[in-house]
Every structure is written in C-alpha cells, then in structure tokens.
C-alpha cells in the first residue's frame, strides 16, 4: 500500500507501507520526489515491490553493522575479517550504535567523530570507523531500510599532524649493515624493500624462483588467518592490492640474492625461510627491531619507513609517478601522488633549476 501526498508544488511524498517490525507495529518507508504526479506514481511502484524485502523500524545502529557484517564476511579476506569486525565492535562501544536508524542525522555522526578524538583516536583510526559505519548504512540503503546514508554527509576532519620524516640514506646503510650481522638474508630483505619498495607481507611471500633475469616477481603475500594462538597459522594469499607486479633490481641487490640463493635454496623454496614451512611476516619484523637496535637508529622508523623512503627518493629523482606506483603496487598512481606528494618538493626544484639553465642558455 502507498500513499502520495504534494508538500509543494512539484514536491511529492511517497510513503510505502512494508509490513511490521518485531513488536507488530507497522512500518513504512518515505521518500522524496521532484516532478510530477506519474513520476511520484513511479517512485511508490519502484518501493512497494521492494516492500516487505526488509523492515526498518526499530533496527538500530548496532543491528545495521550486524547485518553488514553477516552480508559481507564469506567476501572478506581472513586479515580483512578479522580489522573490520574489530571496528566495528569499536563503533558498538559508543552510545551511537543503540540510536534508531530511522533517527540517525548528520549531527549525530560528527559528534561520534568527536567523541572518538576526545578519547585519543587519531585521524587515521576515526577515518577507519567512519569507513566501516558509512559501508553499513550504505547497504542499509540498498536494503530499504534508510532513504540516505547520512555518514556520506558527514564531515570528516583532520587535526594538523605533523608530516612524517623519511629515513636517510645513512640511516638506511646503517640499518643494513647491522641485519647483515644478525642474517644475511635481513640484510637481503631490507635491501629489496628499499629498492623495489616491497611490503613485510609480500617479502615474506618470496621465493628463488621470484628472481629470473634481474626481474623480482611480487605476486603474493603472506596472510595471518589466525593469531590468538600459540602458533600463528599463515598462508599465502594475494597481495594487498591483488595486483602481480615485476620490478627491476640493481646489480648489488642480484649479487647478494645470488650469493645467498647459493647457499640456501638446496634448503627449501623461501628466500628468507630454511625448510619447506612458510615465512611468517613477524620473523622479518624481528629483524628489523633487532637491527634498528644494533644501528642506533631513531626508533620511529619502522620497517614500512624502507618503501617510504624508497618511494620518496624515486619521486625526488624526477622519475615518473606511473613506473614509481607500479613498483609500489599501487593500483593507482593517484595513490602514490596522494600519500608522497611532500615528495614532489626535490623534483619541483630540479624542474626549475633545468628551465632556468635552459633560459641562462646553459643547456640545450
């Protein structure tokens, strides 16, 4: 059943009736239409043979995140799983997720992102459960259960942070020259994260066989399934992105593969594993803890600080954005001009140094 009802002139309110809720209380959906009478006639057909698909009245926030997550989890990667449930048992310790959906309004979504700040939570982890909150209602709308998605309205702010730092071509020597005292191949996989600007996840994927005529294949990554265990059970998935990707390594970095592949591939097919079991990305992240230590570095700098510097660096030579986020494995380099657009700094003064020679008549 639907009713039509002109606010204004080309204004139209359509109502729909979609059954009851848990209490036996009837529901109804309403939505807004410019035009005419047929195209409001329209609308309530399109509605009603939704109707009775999905009743939202009384469902909460709580309930819209349930059911997103009941939707979407067969979808999600294990690691994916395991984040975004975590969030959203985040969002459900706020008093927002006991707020009816029919009730939810752009005010009361800024106002959680405030609370969020108050307690501590930086930009990046309000940025992650608004994603989550703003997926949900999303799908709330697909459903029926909401006329619109008012986290899609909402604004979300940013308090000035301070740019994060790169690491120095010493402090990356530094920090290689103290793994090649705990294992050569720390010292192999931090050379390769510089150079080709690889993950923790995907250098623990690597195998001999991902090297052939200078060209390191990175088409995989070691995944966490489960970690509240004794022994974290890994397998090996697709990469972050699942993009595959193949990048080129200097003669230095091939020298020490070839050395170490020499020694130990007749022990199994990881490069940075002895024996058939798989690499766990924690090892690695022991490596560079320990050689952070023996170097003297600033304990800031993570292991992810390599791909950043290496990102960094290449932008600063001049080389193109396109070959530096293919060698990130960004799956778009409007990614890699968002996230090291500080890097563009160097490269803008090389571009004008070249033009004022080229006007001084220096060059040709």
Do not use: C
């Not at 048992?89 to 006991?98: E, N």
């Not at 563009?344 to 006007?359: E, K, P, R, T, W």
């Amino acid at each position: 059943m639907a009713t039509l009802r002109e606010t204004r002139p080309g204004v139209w309110e359509v109502r729909v009736f979609t059954g009851t809720n848990q209490r036996g209380q009837p529901t109804q959906l309403s939505r807004t239409i410019h035009g005419g009478k047929r195209d409001a006639q329209r609308l309530a057909a399109e509605l009603q043979v939704g109707a009775g698909k999905a009743t939202p009245a009384g469902r909460s926030i709580s309930d819209v995140l349930d059911a997103w997550v009941k939707q979407s989890l067969d979808t999600w990667a294990p690691s994916s799983a395991r984040d975004q449930q975590s969030r959203v048992k985040t969002i459900k310790k706020d008093q927002i997720a006991v707020l009816p959906l029919a009730r939810l309004t752009v005010g009361d979504v800024e106002r959680w992102h405030t609370r969020m700040r108050k307690n501590g939570m930086q930009d990046a982890g309000v940025k992650n459960l608004h994603g989550v909150l703003r997926a949900a209602l999303s799908q709330a709308v697909r459903w029926g259960w909401a006329s619109s998605n008012v986290a899609a309205l909402a604004r979300l702010r940013s308090t000035k942070t301070q740019q994060r730092g790169v690491m120095s071509v010493d402090e990356v020597k530094a920090v290689m020259a103290a793994a090649a005292t705990i294992d050569p191949a720390a010292e192999l996989a931090f050379r390769i994260a510089a150079v080709a600007g690889t993950r923790r996840a995907e250098l623990a994927s690597l195998k001999w066989t991902d090297e052939k005529d200078g060209q390191l294949l990175i088409d995989s990554a070691i995944e966490i399934v489960k970690r509240n265990v004794d022994t974290p059970q890994v397998r090996e998935a697709a990469t972050k992105t699942a993009n595959t990707r193949s990048v080129t390594l200097d003669d230095d970095t091939l020298d020490l593969l070839a050395k170490l592949r020499a020694e130990r591939s007749p022990y199994g097919p990881w490069m940075f594993g002895l024996g058939p079991e798989i690499v766990r990305p924690d090892h690695i992240g022991w490596w560079w803890r320990r050689a952070r230590q023996i170097s003297g570095i600033d304990e800031k700098w993570r292991l992810h600080d390599l791909r950043h510097w290496s990102a960094t660096v290449a932008i600063g030579q001049g080389h193109d954005v396109r070959t530096v986020a293919g060698r990130l494995g960004h799956a778009n380099p409007a990614m890699t001009l968002r996230v090291y657009a500080h890097a563009f700094a160097a490269a803008d003064q090389a571009v004008a140094l070249g033009l004022g020679n080229i006007l001084r008549g220096d060059s040709k």
